[in-house]
Nanobody, 127 residues
Framework: QVQLVESGGGLVQAGGSLRLSCAAS????????MGWFRQAPGKKREFVAN????????YYADSVKGRFIISRDNAKNTVYLQMNSLKPEDTAVYSC????????????????????WGQGTQVTVSS
């Protein structure tokens, strides 16, 4: 089992920045690929970004490419999502997820590929 706890969400003005953290406990964190997803009210869950087991490869949704950065620190069992130039349409609950599957990151954009999920943290961007 892997337990995931997100933090760092909040209210920010458009153009601002936030850094989300996802702390993992349980099984060996470094053996998992990690992803961030988001879900806005009334919308389907949406892939945001993912990262491979050692942080050497990352992949982003087009909607956040160039603005968000995903990273991880295996010594701290934590994955991060640095969000810059935030827009009102980025408003959502952001959740991190862990996957034991060694698939190309571009194929790891579906939530079904992830076995463990955090509870989520709210990000609200005001205009």
């Amino acid at each position: 089992q892997v337990q995931l706890v997100e933090s760092g969400g909040g209210l920010v003005q458009a153009g601002g920045s936030l850094r989300l953290s996802c702390a993992a406990s349980g099984r060996t964190f470094s053996s998992f690929g990690m992803g961030w997803f988001r879900q806005a009210p009334g919308k389907k869950r949406e892939f945001v970004a993912n990262i491979n087991w050692n942080g050497g490869m990352t992949y982003y949704a087009d909607s956040v490419k160039g603005r968000f950065i995903i990273s991880r620190d295996n010594a701290k069992n934590t994955v991060y999502l640095q969000m810059n130039s935030l827009k009102p349409e980025d408003t959502a609950v952001y959740s991190c997820a862990a996957s034991p599957r060694a698939l190309p990151l571009a194929r790891m954009t579906w939530g079904d590929n992830y076995d463990y999920w955090g509870q989520g943290t709210q990000v609200t961007v005001s205009s």
